[in-house]
């Protein structure tokens, strides 16, 4: 019988882990669907750990894993699948704001042979207007850049397990999830569901934690940015064509000296546009520099399996897990 794993990333989530279990226990055994959950404890300071030791001890099916402090929601996401060991592999928010009851819809699409279940938003919840200005203005970014649409897409998916291995067989450190799943391919199909309100406890996201957010992913899955620095060099020259054809008929017509205010405009112009071109480029040079230093993507201190805990010091995803 194939077994489902659940992986679930988890920053501060105290009040949720009991009941996030307890509804995924629930849906799932009545399903007669054999499971396994992935807590994933992304460097809580509250006491999500010891929630998640809790559970783990009066549920085998629980396993836990504890990063050393917080590497973000990618980064759990990425340690969850590592960590999972089942057929199939679904990842979902800890929060229930992915309903479980979606995950047999998923199951079952995955039993007639799909491979990568999307998760779609029906809406987007309730969230503050410069909030939704955010996250809109990434995703029609991301969208662009991708070709994909990416204004409903969610971290709610389930994915075969030669799936999780192609995504976890990729070398790079900064890695957008929600866009790799679709880049990879295989047979994929979506779901709709709607988002609920969160139970207990708040977003881990500020508006300014999704605008470096967005920066990150954009700057991981596209070179698009680079391109702007072009354009923005092209139009520049076009511009100073017509200025110096402008400037070469005033010269001979006899009245060139003026035009101060238009050489300062120009020089200022061109200033910030390659301030800003540098500024992009900067950008990438510093990721690359990240992905070339290839750090671990995450630090796993302690992992609880089956009820008891063993402490994994040393134990990441170093560049060879894949081999
Ligand atoms: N999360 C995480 N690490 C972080 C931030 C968030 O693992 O650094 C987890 C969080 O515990 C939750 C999921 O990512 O399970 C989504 O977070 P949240 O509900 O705060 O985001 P929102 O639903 O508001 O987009
Ligand atoms: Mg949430």
């Not at 990618?74 to 999972?84: I, K, T």
């Not at 990729?170 to 880049?183: G, I, L």
């Not at 060099?233 to 511009?239: I, K, Q, S, Y």
Request: aromatic share 10%; proline share 3%.
């Amino acid at each position: 019988m194939s077994v489902l794993s659940v992986v679930l990333p988890a920053y501060n989530e105290e009040l949720m882990i009991a009941k996030t279990c307890r509804a995924l226990r629930g849906v799932l055994s009545e399903a007669g669907i054999d499971y396994e959950l992935v807590l994933v404890d992304d460097g809580s300071q509250d006491n999500t750990w010891r929630e998640i030791q809790k559970a783990g001890k009066t549920d085998p099916h629980i396993l836990g894993v504890h990063f050393s402090r917080n590497f973000g929601k990618e980064a759990a996401v990425f340690a969850g699948l590592a960590h999972a060991g089942g057929d199939a592999v679904a990842v979902m928010d800890c929060d229930l704001q992915h309903p479980p009851e979606v995950l047999l819809q998923m199951y079952r699409l995955w039993e007639e042979g799909y491979q990568v279940i999307e998760g779609v938003k029906k809406s987007r919840g309730k969230e503050s207007l410069i909030h939704k200005g955010c996250v809109g203005f990434f995703y029609s970014i991301m969208s662009k850049a991708t070709g994909v649409d990416m204004q409903n897409a969610s971290d709610f998916k389930m994915m075969d397990r030669q799936v999780a291995e192609s995504i976890l067989s990729m070398p790079e450190r900064n890695m957008f999830f929600r866009a790799t799943s679709s880049w990879v391919g295989y047979k994929s199909t979506s779901v709709k569901f709607e988002v609920k309100e969160r139970v207990a406890g708040e977003s881990k996201w500020s508006s300014w934690s999704l605008v470096k957010y967005a920066f990150t992913n954009i700057v991981a899955f596209t070179t698009l940015p680079l391109q702007f620095v072009t354009i923005g060099g092209t139009v520049c020259f076009l511009l100073s064509l017509l200025l110096i054809i402008y400037s070469l008929i005033q010269y001979f017509a006899g009245r060139a000296v003026e035009g101060y205010t238009t050489i300062v405009m120009v020089m200022l112009l061109i200033g910030s546009a390659v301030m800003l071109s540098l500024g992009i480029i900067g950008y990438y040079i510093a990721k690359i520099y990240e992905e070339v230093k290839r750090r671990p993507r995450y630090i796993i201190s302690k992992i609880v399996r089956g009820g008891r805990e063993t402490p994994e010091a040393v134990r990441h995803d170093g560049p060879d897990r894949a081999g």
